[in-house]
């Protein structure tokens, strides 16, 4: 199994552009999530899936959008890029409501 | 709303002591408790968890934690740390109610194990 992968690995964007991040995984997990991870922040949670079809607004949603049309594939779209939101990205996905959140390996993402 | 608290951005130990790493939770509801370590340009990998029953709980690589639910904390510990134990370490609370498993993280404590 791959786990949870993550493309691309790294970015730089112009302000104003856009981009679409893709993550999947092979372990059918039901729950899928999106973080960013800023230096002394930790991670926060950006959006998040419960299911295929469904998406929910996580701790810091402005200025991204999700979509979960199938259920391995978690996609986070950044539709006009601001420097604000140079991070690192992590996907991460879950099989169910006991059970650890397995992280892919991030993007890191540099707006200019 | 939940939260986590790690209130030390580093913790610098000796090889062959023993290490603690501390998180403290505010939460509303019974937590559901867990511990991360992320190596360096690295994704976060689980090491242990707290769900329910006894309160220390034994994870990955050795270490183990124990849940004090009188103090809100459930502090990391290894016996005796290893050079490769360094990492960026992470807590993180979940609530057992409410929808998404959503889990709030702590803002994470560098361990250096120095020989």
């Known amino acids: 199994n791959a786990g949870v992968t993550q493309t691309p690995k790294f970015r730089v964007l112009k302000t104003g552009q856009s981009m679409t991040l893709l993550c999947a995984q092979d372990?059918?997990?039901?729950?899928m999530y999106w973080y960013r991870q800023d230096p002394g922040m930790g991670l926060r949670l950006i959006h998040y899936?419960?299911?295929?079809?469904?998406?929910a607004k996580g701790e810091v949603p402005d200025g991204y959008n999700v979509s979960r049309l199938k259920k391995q594939n978690f996609l986070l779209g950044l539709e006009s890029a601001a420097p604000s939101q140079t991070s690192v990205y992590f996907c991460?996905?879950?099989?169910?409501?006991?059970?650890?959140?397995?992280f892919g390996p991030g993007t890191r993402l540099t707006v200019t | 709303a939940q939260s986590v608290a790690q209130p030390e951005d580093q913790v610098n130990v000796a090889e062959g002591n023993p290490l603690t790493v501390k998180c403290t939770y505010s939460?509303?509801?019974?937590?559901?408790l867990f511990w991360y370590v992320q190596y360096p340009n690295r994704g976060l990998q689980f090491l242990l968890k707290?769900?329910?029953?006894?309160?220390l709980v034994k994870g990955s690589y050795g270490f183990e934690a124990e849940f004090n639910k009188s103090q809100t904390s459930f502090h990391l510990k290894k016996p005796s740390a290893l050079v490769s134990d360094s990492a960026l370490y992470f807590c993180?609370?979940?609530?057992?109610?409410?929808?998404?498993?959503?889990?709030?993280f702590g803002t994470g404590t560098q361990l250096k194990v120095e020989l």
């Open positions: 991460a996905s879950q099989r169910g409501a006991f059970y650890e959140q397995y």
């Open positions: 372990m059918n997990h039901e729950y």
């Open positions: 899936s419960v299911g295929e079809g469904t998406t």
């Open positions: 939460v509303s509801g019974n937590p559901y």
């Open positions: 707290y769900i329910t029953g006894d309160n």
């Open positions: 993180a609370v979940r609530v057992s109610t409410g929808g998404g498993n959503k889990l709030t």
